[in-house]
Structure formats: C-alpha cells, structure tokens
C-alpha cells in the first residue's frame, strides 16, 4: 500500500493514570473497589452551550439517546466530589509533579500556571456531565527511528467513571475510578507509516512506564488519529495491543477509500434520502418473521439510487449497511433490514416484493426496515437517514472504537471545541521554575537505556533483563544486589518470572518488601538453602510474613544438610547399589544422581551432590 501517495497522516492520543496517593479534586484513595456499594445516586444529563454559546455536536448527539444514569457510591472509597455534591478540593500537586516529570522527558515547554477546564462529557461517565482538564505542558518531540515526532500537548484530567452494566433503562457506573489523576499526551499527525505510529506508541509508553504511572489492565488507553487525502479525521479509541494497530490503519484505509468510492458512485447516480417514514404495518400483518412479529410497529424509508450500496463491504466482513445500522443502535434498536440483505431473518420475497410496490422502488432503488416501538423506530429511522446522507459526503469525522478483529465501529461524532469552558470552582495554579528544576535535574532512568545497562553491569541475559524492566522490578532488584553478595540470576528469575507463577497459584505477592527478599538470598549466598528452594521459601515467606526468614527456612525443612551429612547418604546409596557401578562404570552417574536429589529433597547445592557422587564412583572403579 502506498501510504504516501494516499496522503495517510496519524497522531496518537494516550491516556495513562497516575499512581498517586489520592484523586484530583479530592482526598479519595486511587484504587478500584469491588465491594459492594453503600447507596445508589441517580443522574440525567444534558448538553450545555461553550462560552462561544454553541452546543457540541457528540454532546448533542449523546442527549438524543435520552439515557439515564446510577452511580454506585463508597461510603470508605468514595465522596461528595465524585457526585458533583461538593465543589473540588485543591489541585493534587502529587499529579501535577508526575505530569512535569513526563513532559522534561519529552522535551516539552512546561506553561507557566495550570487552569482548569471543563469537557463537556454527557454519557454518564462523570456525574456532572464534565470532565475537569487543563494544559500542563505543549510542542515536545520524540526522536525516533522515523524522524521526530511533536508531541503537540500534555494534559492532567480525570479519569471517568466505570462502566458497570445497563439494564431497565438505567446505564450503571462506579465512582471508584472517577477522579484518577490522568495524563494525556497529544501528538501532531505527522506520522505517516503504520509501523512509526505503532513504534511511537511503544516509545512512548516506555516513558510513562518510567515515571510513577499506574500499572495493568485499564490504566492505559490509546487512542489512534487517522485521516487519507480524500477522506476525514477518525478518531479511533482503545488501540490497545500495539500487534493490531498496523491492521486497524490498513482496515481503516480501507474503509475511507470504499467510502470515497461510494460517494462518487452515489454522485454519478443523482442519489438521494427521502425524508418520509412509511408505515409498513399492514404489509406485514401475517408475516412469519419472528423479528416483525415481536415488534409494535414495523417503518421504512427509501434511499433513491442507493440499490446494491448498502451491502458494499467497506472492512473485512462489515458493510455500508452495517455502519447505518451502527447508528440506528444508538437510538435503541438491535439493528436495521435492508433491501440488499434481503429476503432473509424470515422475510419472504413475496414479502419484499409487497413492499417495493408499495414504496415504488425503483431500479436502482433500495430500503431500509426498523421494527421496535413506535418512537423509537421513528428515532431510529432518523438516524438512518442521517447516515445514508453522510455516505454522499464521503467520509465523515467520527469516533469509533477499535474491534479485536483490526475493525472498527461507530461510537459518536467527532467532538469540537465547543465542549470546552471554564471550571469556576477552582483557581488557577502557578507552576514556578522553583518547582521545575528539581524534577528535571532528577529525572528517572528510559526503559531502554535501564535495560541495556543492567544486561552490562549484571551480566544477566536480555530475556531476564527485559522482563524485570518490563514487570517494574528492576528497581527491587538492584536494591537486592546491592545489600546481598549473591549470584544476580537466581535473583532477577524470581522477580521477573518466579513471582508471576506464584501470584497465578493464587499467592499474594504484594506483602512481600525489600527486607524478605533480603533474607531468602541472605541465606542463599551464605549456602543455607539451595537455589531449588527459592521458590518455596518465598511461597512459605507469603504465608509468614510476620516470621523471620530463617525461622521460616529452618521450620519448612528448606535449609541445606552439611556437606559431611550430604557425603553420608551418597556413600550408603552408591554402597547399594555396587554392582551397578561396576558394571556400568561411570555411565552409573545419571541413574545416581537422581537418587541422590530424591533422598536429598532439594536440600542439597545440585553442583556439590555432582561433585561428590563423582569422586565416590571414582574410589569403586
């Protein structure tokens, strides 16, 4: 594919919470709940005008769907500020201090006092219907394989609240993640190759992984940019497996391009929506369609010159339809019929024949079906035909969201700037070179450059070097080494891959500190306990936390035997079994050793028993 005769630019937008002591406008703790809540906020929202007095078109078009809102509240996790009940605290300078500290790491000019702002988000996923926002820092750049990137904007936000379940005409959230300190970092749309987009992303998620940025599942959120000469800028949200964003900018190239081909085809055939609704409920009155019998009323519009559009693949396995019907669910139904799918889903064709008659369709005519209740057909219809018009257009600005499959599908419309105004209830914050120059006189140690230096002053292999970056234990490890006189390996294997094992065994690691670890290898440097039994000391560590590790060692049976013991019991196994030895010489060795560490049960240096079953064959032979 030729990416540059298309024109194809791309920008990234990530979103990454901070590890911080508490929330962004209040004292609240940053950590997700799973108990169960104390009490119920109920909520309805609606779009309000920007200080220009325009109302943003996603807001607009969220309030159309007419949802209403629960919010799960904490009596110990969560307050009045989630629920819009109380005015913000005071910034969180914790999380201004973490956003300084990335943008010295990107270059990036620092402004001089933080405002805050309001976004405007109205689908339930902040109690007031805002998101509060400001600048921290603009116009950085990032070196890359590709040439440099501007890193456009970073912002402190906060982040939304979660999403729980919808049902009986109520969307459920939980106010636990609403008010997480977020960093947005905003790039221009100067990448113009899948794989720089996909490298910039990896780069810059190694930055933010370097500061103190929250870690796992939902704490990171990409967000990718995408427009071709021709076509318009799609915002695509959660990008998140770096694997897949080739496949979705192909994909979603893809589409542009089918899109633009419609648009002409459309032209050349003088297409157009006709705004009347039909009721079609007397066509159907005996129809065997279990869909149409279940529904109140049945309607159709008709879309002149749009015959066999519809059904136009415009990403693998998705259609013209398909983008239609993504609209139309918006407004409540489970999907669209149209003339190009059918008859099928139990319409017959002398069905559809009934109804191009009735609808005078012509040739190059096409239809398409809502069945539901009537004023959410009727809403439903209108969203169809705001979509088949946009199709004459091309392509339009969009939000969609990312698929697993590479594809993507409709969210919301693209939205402006007319989402933006003030936030009066916090004052601005100046930010002074008295707070600026500490951090970037300290700032942290690149991934990357954290790695490639561990490989060298450690001697460990890139797999385990990477790993301990990767997990976030390179610091504990270095800490580690630098207290106990032991051989690096065993100890980067247990941080960057034993650990992992033992959590899955269903082991709570996190009560685990500097000073356990200090003593498991402690008494392996000093040959009290193998390197087999690193594991299940730590395991045993996990269940005594309070116990000093050598009580520990010593009562689960994990400290060494003496060499003298260890030499004993190899003379009694050889002793027993003489003739083997005799007969097979020192091809006896192999079956030895694995009696040896049997009856030694790991309590024994493996190079040691080697050593010493060797110089007993030897005295026989």
């Known amino acids: 594919m030729d990416y540059e005769k298309l024109g194809l630019k791309m920008g990234l937008e990530i979103h990454q919470q901070l590890n911080s002591e508490h929330k962004l406008f209040c004292p609240c703790k940053t950590e997700l709940v799973d108990d169960d809540f104390d009490e119920i906020v109920q909520r309805k929202l609606r779009p309000t005008q920007s200080e220009l007095g325009e109302i943003d078109r996603a807001a607009l078009q969220e309030s159309l769907r ?128 899948p794989d720089q987009v996909r490298e910039v992303a990896y780069m810059l998620g190694q930055i933010l992984r370097s500061t103190n940025v929250k870690r796992g599942l939902g704490t990171i959120r990409q967000d990718l940019n995408i427009s071709i000469a021709e076509g318009a800028r799609v915002e695509i949200k959660g990008v998140q497996d770096l694997d897949l964003m080739v496949e979705i900018v192909n994909r979603e190239i893809q589409r542009q391009l089918v899109l633009i081909e419609i648009k002409k085809e459309l032209a050349t055939r003088n297409a157009e929506v006709l705004d009347e609704i039909h009721d079609l409920d007397e066509l159907f009155k005996d129809t065997e369609s279990k869909i149409l019998k279940s529904a109140e009323t049945i309607k159709a519009v008709v879309l002149k010159g749009y015959d066999g559009i519809i059904g136009r693949e415009v990403q693998p396995g998705r259609r013209l339809g398909t983008e239609i019907a993504s609209y139309a669910k918006k407004r409540g139904v489970s999907g669209i019929f149209h003339s190009d799918e059918l008859p099928a889903y139990g319409i017959t064709k002398e069905e559809v024949d009934r109804v191009i008659d009735y609808l005078n369709i012509g040739e190059d005519d096409a239809f398409i079906i809502v069945a539901h209740d009537e004023d959410i057909a009727i809403s439903a219809l209108e969203e169809v035909k705001r979509r088949a018009n946009l199709a004459l257009e091309g392509v339009v600005e969009e939000t969609r969201k ?90 980067a294997s247990l941080l960057a891959y034993d650990l992992r094992e033992i959590k899955r065994e269903g082991y709570d690691i996190n009560v685990l500190n500097i000073n356990h670890f200090k003593g498991i290898f402690t008494l392996l440097s000093e040959g009290k306990i193998a390197k087999d039994s690193v594991c299940k000391l730590t395991i045993e560590t996990i269940k005594s936390p309070e116990s000093d590790v050598d009580e520990i060692a010593e009562k689960s049976n994990l400290t060494m035997l003496s060499e003298e013991y260890v030499r004993k019991i190899i003379c009694e196994i050889i002793a027993k079994n003489e003739g083997m030895v005799k007969e097979r010489q020192m091809g006896a060795m192999g079956p030895l050793m694995g009696m040896c560490m049997k009856q030694l049960k790991g309590k024994a240096d493996g190079g040691m028993v080697n050593k010493t079953v060797r110089e007993e064959i030897q005295k026989l032979i």
Do not use: W
């Open 66 to 193: 007419g949802l209403n809102f629960k919010y799960e509240n904490f009596a110990e996790h969560t307050c009045l500020v989630e629920n819009d009940d109380e005015p913000p605290h005071s910034l969180n300078e914790e999380a201004l201090d973490i956003c300084i500290t990335i943008a010295c790491l990107m270059n990036m000019h620092i402004v001089d006092e933080f405002h805050t702002m309001r976004k405007q988000v109205i689908d339930g996923s902040n109690t007031g219907g805002f998101q509060r926002t400001g600048m921290v820092a603009t116009d950085g750049y990032l070196e890359t394989p590709y040439g440099k990137v501007v890193i456009e904007s970073l912002g402190l936000e906060e982040d939304a609240a979660r999403r729980i379940e919808t049902k009986e005409g109520f969307t459920e959230f939980r106010l636990d993640r609403l008010g997480i300190p977020l960093a947005e970092v905003t790039t221009d749309p100067s990448m113009h190759h």
């Open 402 to 491: 990312a698929l697993e499959d590479g594809n993507t599908e409709y969210m919301r419309p693209l939205p402006t700037a007319n989402r933006m105004y003030l936030e009066t209830d916090i004052p601005l914050f100046k930010i002074t070179s008295e707070r600026i120059e500490p951090i970037a006189n300290n700032l942290p140690e690149l991934p990357d450059v954290k790695q490639a230096r561990i490989i060298e002053e450690y001697d460990l292999s890139e797999d385990l070097a990477t790993q301990l970056v990767k997990r976030q234990e390179a610091d504990m490890f270095e800490a580690i080494i630098a207290e106990v006189n032991v051989d690096a390996t065993p100890v």
